[in-house]
């Protein structure tokens, strides 16, 4: 970083570490809240937002921005030979509009084609899904959501 009249924001995406579960756990929070979800939505889906040690053995990747977590991404391969599933891209709403989320997804795409998948899916929010067909995903089915009973998310696919 530079000082003085240069100082540029610190702005990079690096390999989540542990012991920063609570802190993505809130940040996943906040993102899903955003939406204008009533507090009885989100305690039904807090044990799924919430990181735990075991998801962080996942490829967990953050956005820092002047030292803050401001959104990250969870990707783990699917059991379709080749696929990856985008488990969670959330960005911190104070951060929203920064192009946090274009680049999480973009590095996304470049971690599962590195690893030699040829698509990737992920069980998108209703309010998101504009924002990743945008990014080239598109509907395949509905599926339950695994937190509201009788709720159906749009499951979503990209191939390349």
């Known amino acids: 970083m530079r000082k003085g009249r240069d100082m540029v924001e610190e702005k990079r995406i690096r390999r989540a570490r542990v012991g920063e579960e609570k802190v993505l756990t809130d940040l996943a929070i ?3 809240a955003h939406w204008g979800y009533d507090e009885a939505f989100m305690a039904a889906c807090r044990e799924e937002l919430t990181m735990t040690p075991e998801r962080m053995r996942h490829q967990v990747e953050v956005a820092v921005e002047a030292d803050r977590i ?8 699917e059991g379709e030979e080749g696929v990856m599933r985008l488990v969670s891209l959330f960005v911190d709403p104070a951060f929203m509009g920064r192009g946090w989320g274009r680049r999480l997804w973009e590095r996304s795409v470049a971690i599962a084609r590195g690893m030699g998948c040829r698509a990737m899916i992920w069980d998108a929010d209703p309010f998101a899904e504009g924002f990743y067909r945008r990014m080239g995903g598109r509907r395949i089915e509905e599926v339950p959501s695994g937190s509201i009973p009788g709720r159906r998310l749009p499951r979503m696919r990209i191939d390349w």
């Open 70 to 77: 401001v959104a990250f991404i969870e990707l783990v391969p």
């Open 30 to 32: 906040r993102s899903k």
